[in-house]
């Protein structure tokens, strides 16, 4: 089941689920684990302009999560957005990733964002995979941008077209609803 993230109840799954991909990948940039309050902010300060969303197994157990955040702070970027996955490391592979970003990216679209952008460190042929099953196409690289676990590592930028709305003044996105419950 795909749902809306409770920043109270869901904080402590998202902060483990995120914990493995900081502390044994360089999936992440974090250093250090986020811990429950941390994860309970970010959810919050996130949520309130972009979806969140969280998947359950059928015991009722948060196994990933994926939301929207702001691409850039100008005024001229707040048609993109960018995305993130994040699946238990022990359910990876399931399907759990592709059921929230099919979940993500429609909420993305009614929202009125033209564009959603992903940053993939490289290599990770999973999430490459998983972006390009939705439509996202490789847009650039920046190299060895990021130094963890004692290696430089490159960044790849993958964007996909949420809109094909072309007019001189298109309308800025709009509010997120309210999660239905």
């Not at 250093?31 to 994860?39: A, D």
Request: with cysteine; charged share 25%.
């Amino acid at each position: 089941m795909i749902r809306h993230a409770d920043p109270a109840g869901d904080a402590a799954a998202c902060a483990a689920t995120y914990g493995f991909y900081v502390a044994e990948t360089v999936a992440s940039f974090d250093e250090v684990p986020l811990g429950q309050e941390e994860m309970r902010e970010r959810i919050e300060r996130t949520s309130a302009t972009h979806p969140w969303l969280v998947a359950e197994d059928p015991q009722g157990r948060v196994v990933g999560y994926a939301y929207g955040s702001q691409h850039r702070e100008r005024a001229s970027y707040r048609w993109a957005c960018d995305v993130a996955v994040y699946v238990d490391h022990d359910q990876r592979g399931r399907g759990v990733g592709h059921a929230l970003y099919a979940a993500l990216l429609p909420l993305l679209r009614e929202q009125r964002f033209h564009v959603a952008c992903a940053g993939i460190t490289l290599p990770n042929d999973a999430s490459v995979r998983l972006h390009e099953s939705f439509g996202f196409e490789p847009v650039g690289v920046y190299r060895e941008i990021g130094w963890k676990a004692g290696a430089w590592h490159d960044v790849g930028w993958w964007q996909l077209q949420l809109s094909t709305d072309d007019t001189d003044q298109a309308a800025p996105p709009e509010p997120l609803a309210p999660p239905r419950r």
